[in-house]
């Protein structure tokens, strides 16, 4: 992570506050003003990113539905260092 948890209301980016730039979904706005309902964002730093066209998968992958989780399983970290050539953290 770039930056810790805010809420998605008060978060910048470099373009500008998150609610001025064009987003996929405005769901991220509902309860903004209600912190204990309110979305949370974090910043992340992003090393490599990969179009959808080279998407790898293999059966028993770790998947979260959460934005932002550390990924512990080995045979996910893995295969995504072996299919992509990431480094990992540790």
């Given at each position: 992570m770039?930056?810790?948890?805010?809420?998605?209301?008060?978060f910048?980016?470099?373009?500008?506050?998150?609610?001025?730039?064009?987003?996929?979904?405005?769901?991220?706005?509902?309860?903004?003003?209600d912190?204990?309902?309110?979305?949370?964002?974090?910043g992340?730093?992003?090393?490599?990113?990969?179009?959808t066209?080279?998407?790898?998968?293999?059966?028993?992958?770790?998947?979260?539905?959460?934005?932002v989780?550390r990924?512990?399983?080995p045979?996910t970290?893995?295969?995504l260092?072996?299919?992509f050539?990431?480094?990992?953290?540790?």
């Amino acid at each position: 992570m770039a930056s810790p948890k805010v809420l998605a209301s008060q978060f910048e980016t470099a373009s500008g506050p998150l609610f001025e730039q064009p987003l996929e979904g405005a769901a991220v706005k509902s309860c903004s003003d209600d912190p204990s309902l309110a979305e949370y964002v974090v910043g992340v730093e992003w090393k490599r990113t990969f179009g959808t066209e080279d998407a790898r998968t293999f059966r028993g992958i770790f998947a979260n539905q959460n934005v932002v989780c550390r990924l512990r399983d080995p045979a996910t970290v893995d295969f995504l260092v072996q299919e992509f050539g990431v480094e990992t953290a540790e």
